[in-house]
Structures are given as structure tokens and as C-alpha cells.
């Protein structure tokens, strides 16, 4: 008797791969969250507009495009409510651990965790885990302010970068957590600068080499901001960036592979063949018509 070929089991390792409409909402929102953050670089003296005016309308932008994102990124892999619902899970196991580090010194455990998942879930997906995990982090801290839209932008992105990393057909072993944490290590800096550009162009009173001034020079506002990052968060970047990299090489490995395995039980677009079994000559009827899933 003949056994039927077992169907391939799709490679789930590599990340969820970005579709066209998914990338149109990405571009979409990315360019909004350009223009949000840097208008005031451009603004007059007597705009007398800031940041704290235009966060609401900010968030209420930003909310259908996290929708957009997901539904785009759905159609274009096919998948169904599970995947949602591993969003879910990862956006409130990372939102139980902002609070752990109290954000002390910029120690927050949350950021290795998008790291991970950006990398497993692939750019669309990572892009709005990382928005939804800011969003409950801030419910459940009470950090709710004019700055939240913007955080929920930062961390997207941040997100949305690892899953954008060379995929695991070309960095494999321990060379991968070492790719991450190197990520993370930039990556935490990087998402420190932006929210400092947010919250820098709104105070006042600073140093004459530091003060953002309305109406200047986009070149010299600039090297008054490198100065202003230098002298006030420097410390805080550091301290996240190295909790990054010391959990992504401690745990990083592990939790990689558990992040794989619930995604592949998930089966997100695993597809239904049907195999009869049979041969001339014939198996037994029961092997016959044998519904197999892949994965």
C-alpha cells in the first residue's frame, strides 16, 4: 500500500511579506507622520501654532489608518481574525511592560518585544503593534497627553523597521539576534530624537543654543536640536537602547522561536488541500478523501 505525499509546510520563519495596498497605507501614514512632526522646522514667528494643538487631529487621523493598515495587510495575505488576534496578544503583553521599567532612566522592556515581533509579523503588522502597544501602555500608565499620537508613530515605526530587516533565508543562528539587538540599539536612539523633536518645539525658556526658534533657518534649528538631544536625553536613549540589546541577546533567541511556533499553530493563510489516496488498484475507502491541512 501507497502512503500519500505529505503536503510541504509552508515557511512561516520568514516575515509576513508587506503587499501593495498594505505598503500604500504605510506610505500614507508615514507621510503624515513626516509632515506631523516636522511642520514647525518650517512655520513663521507668528504661526503661533504647536504640537499640542495638533494632536488631536493627529490621533483622529491616525486611528482609521491603523484600521486601513490591517485590513490591507489582511487582503493581501489572506489571512483571518487569528491574525488579529496575535496582535492582540502581543500588544498588551508589550503594554504590561512598559510599566515594569516605570521609565527609569529609559529602561523599557517593551521595546525588545517589537523588536521580536516586527521581525516574526513583517512590516504592516509590526508597523500597528507598535502604535496599538503605545496606546494601551498609555491607558494603563494614565500617559495620555498631547504627546501619545506621536509616541504611537515613533514606536510604529520602530516596529515597523525590524520587519523590514534581511529575512531569515539570509541571517540565520546566532547571527540573528545579533542583527536585532544591533537594530534595537539604533533603533531606540533613533525613536528617542523623534519624540524629542515633538516635545522641543514647544518649550521655552532654554538656552540660547538649544531653544528652538520659530521662523529660523532649517539648518540652524537643527544644530540647536542635535545640541538640545546631547544635553537633555542623551543618558535616557542609552539606558533603552542598552536593555534592548541585553534582553535581545539574552531571550531574544528563545522567544524568536515561540513567537514562530504560536504563528505557525495560528496558520494564518494555511491552505486546505484534498489528497484521495488512492491509486489504481486502490488503498482502503478510509484513506480516501482524507482532508489535510498544510502546516
Known amino acids: 500500500m501507497t502512503h500519500p505525499a505529505t503536503p510541504a509546510t509552508p515557511n512561516t520563519t520568514r516575515p509576513l511579506r508587506i503587499g501593495p495596498r498594505a505598503a500604500a497605507a504605510l506610505i500614507l ?36 489608518l491603523l484600521v486601513a493598515v490591517v485590513v490591507a495587510t489582511i487582503a493581501d495575505q489572506g489571512m483571518d481574525a487569528k491574525a488579529v488576534a496575535m496582535l492582540g496578544v502581543l500588544a498588551a503583553v508589550g503594554a504590561a511592560l512598559r510599566p515594569l521599567g516605570a521609565g527609569t532612566a529609559g529602561l523599557e522592556p517593551m521595546f525588545f518585544l517589537m523588536v521580536l515581533s516586527g521581525r516574526v509579523l513583517g512590516p504592516g503588522f509590526g508597523f500597528v503593534l507598535g502604535s496599538v502597544t503605545m496606546f494601551a501602555s498609555a491607558l494603563l500608565t494614565g500617559g495620555v497627553g498631547p ?32 542583527m536585532l539587538a ?55 536613549d542609552l539606558g533603552r537602547a542598552a536593555l534592548t540589546v541585553v ?49
Open 29 to 64: 501614514v508615514t507621510l503624515i507622520g513626516v509632515a506631523a512632526f516636522g511642520w514647525p522646522l518650517l512655520a513663521d514667528r507668528q504661526s503661533g501654532l504647536a504640537h499640542s494643538q495638533d494632536a488631536p487631529w493627529l490621533f483622529a487621523a491616525l486611528l482609521p
Open 147 to 178: 504627546w501619545m499620537p506621536f509616541q504611537m508613530l515613533a514606536l510604529g515605526w520602530f516596529s515597523l523597521g525590524a520587519g523590514l530587516l534581511p529575512g531569515p533565508a539570509r541571517i540565520r543562528g546566532r547571527a540573528e539576534p545579533a
Open 247 to 295: 534582553l535581545t541577546l539574552t531571550v531574544g533567541a528563545t522567544l524568536l522561536k515561540a513567537l514562530r511556533r504560536a504563528t505557525r499553530k495560528a496558520a494564518f493563510d494555511a491552505p486546505v488541500s484534498f489528497d484521495s489516496g488512492a491509486e489504481a488498484g486502490g488503498n482502503h475507502p478510509l484513506e480516501r478523501d482524507t482532508v489535510r491541512h498544510a502546516g
Open 182 to 236: 544591533a537594530y534595537g540599539f539604533v533603533g531606540s536612539f533613533a525613536y528617542g530624537t523623534i519624540m524629542n523633536l515633538q516635545g522641543w518645539v514647544i518649550l521655552q525658556g532654554m538656552g540660547q543654543g538649544i531653544s528652538f526658534h520659530p521662523g529660523d533657518p532649517v539648518a540652524e534649528n537643527l544644530a540647536r536640536f542635535v545640541a538640545y538631544c546631547a544635553a537633555t536625553s542623551l543618558g535616557w
